[in-house]
Structure formats: C-alpha cells, structure tokens
C-alpha cells in the first residue's frame, strides 16, 4: 500500500512539475522578458539576464523534484560547472532533464538546442531571448557557436544530439569536433546517467520508475583538443578522430560509473 502511494504521489510531482516547466516559459516570456528590455544594455546583456532567470527557474524546479522525493541529485566537481567561461561543456544525454539539471548549475552560460523549441509557444520566446544557438542551420551554426565562445560564454553541447536510447552504443555526431576544432576551445567533459532509467528517449513523462531515481552529474578534467587529436591533420579526418575519442571517452566513463553501482 506504501509503495503504491508513493508511486502515486511522485507521478503526480512530475506531472505538476512539467506543467510548471510549460506554462512557466510562457509566463517568462510575456510577463517577465518586455520589462527587461528596455533595461539598459544591448542584446548581449538581454541574453545574460535571460540566461540567469533560466538558471533560478531550472533551480526551483530541480529543487522541487529532490524536496518532494521524486529524484537524488548526486554532484560531483558541479563548481567546475558555474566557474568555466570561455569553454566547451560536451555531455552525454540520457534524459529530458540533462540540460535543467545542467543549466541550473550555470547562472551564464549559451546552449545548442533542438530548433523544434524555437516553434514552441512555450520555450520559443526564451530559447530567443536567452540567445541560445539552433541546431539546424549547419552553414552558420560552428561560426555561431565560436561567436558565443568569442563573448565569453561556455557553450553547452550534446555531441549525441538527441538523448541516449538506454542499452545502445554511444553515437556522436561530428557537428561537435567540428566546432571543437575550430574553435581551439578546450572541452570540460560532464559525465551524466539517472537510475532507474527516465524521461529518456521515446519514453512518455508518465513512465517514471517504480522508486525515486537518482540523477549523476560528475565534471572531469579539461580536454586539450590538441592532446587528443593532430591538429595538423585534414580538418575531415581530425574530426572523425576527435569524434572517436569523444565516444571512447564517455563510454568508458559510463562503464565505470556502472561497474561502480553494481558493486554498491
């Protein structure tokens, strides 16, 4: 009967709290963002308050997801996080709240997002104000991402583009070493998982987990672009190698952190 009712309580907690995700977006947009622009400052300072409203929004929602014990949140080097400027912040992807938990972390900071959520009535007006970057325009979209590396910004990216299907092989795309490479940035590794599995891909909000599941944020050590591939290579060819790399990286993070949890 216990277990019933807490399965209950926290299904309900994630359907409130996505509707909160929704219409706050919204409320954001029209109430929120007309009175901050006629605050002094051009676009670029638009985008920095945006991205700080982003911050304390995505802060309240986690918090409430661990206070209602519907998720753990486990952190680990996370200050590397709201210290990095200037860098590349690559990340697998398993779950919708990747980038909430993410951007929760990091008061300032530009993102690549699913061009899908500029069309949205409920991110659109957010995703544009906060100055974040569309993955579908590939003729603009490296020297988009250098520009916000240029200003100062970290720049987070999901080189898997689309959440992790649970059980298959990491798969990267090359959008990622492209950027990478052109930009000479070095790259702050995140390392994320959630058990039980949830909110990964194809998966509806209302499948969540028979217990509270337990999200993993672990930053590594930066990555020099120039330790993991010969920079004097074909541009192609360096790409695909940074790629491969990338790809080893992350799975063998994540077989660690797997074998780690088995053992526990």
Not at 3 to 11: D, M
Not at 53 to 78: D, K, P, W, Y
Not at 151 to 159: A, D, M
Request: aromatic fraction near 8%; charged fraction near 20%; glycine fraction near 8%.
């Amino acid at each position: 009967m216990f277990e019933r009712a807490n399965y209950l309580w926290r299904l309900g907690v994630t359907g409130a709290c996505f509707a909160l995700f929704s219409i706050g977006g919204s409320l954001l947009t029209a109430l929120v963002f007309p009175p901050l622009r006629l605050l002094p400052g051009g676009e670029p300072h638009r985008n920095r308050r945006t991205q700080a409203l982003i911050q304390r929004f995505f802060s309240l929602l986690i918090g409430l997801l661990r206070g209602l014990g519907v998720m753990r949140l486990e952190l680990h080097n996370a200050e590397a996080l709201s210290r990095c400027r200037n860098m590349l912040v690559f990340a697998n992807h398993p779950s919708y709240l990747d980038v909430v938990v993410m951007l929760s972390l990091m008061p300032r900071s530009s993102c690549v997002v699913n061009s899908r959520l500029w069309g949205s009535p409920f991110w659109g007006g957010v995703v544009r104000a906060a100055g974040y970057i569309r993955n579908d325009a590939p003729e603009t979209l490296v020297d988009d991402c250098v520009a916000a590396l240029e200003g100062g910004e970290p720049l987070i990216i999901f080189p898997e583009g689309t959440r992790s299907v649970p059980g298959r092989p990491l798969r990267m795309s090359r959008g990622a070493a492209h950027i990478a490479l052109r930009s000479g940035r070095d790259i702050l590794p995140v390392v994320l998982t959630c058990d039980p599995p949830t909110l990964t891909k194809g998966m509806p909000w209302y499948h969540i987990p028979r217990r509270a599941f337990t999200f993993r944020l672990e930053v590594g050590s930066p990555l020099k672009v120039s330790d993991c591939v010969d920079l004097d290579e074909p541009a192609s060819l360096a790409s695909r190698k940074l790629t491969a790399y990338l790809e080893n990286y992350f799975t063998r993070e994540l077989n660690r952190h797997e074998c780690r949890n088995q053992r526990t």
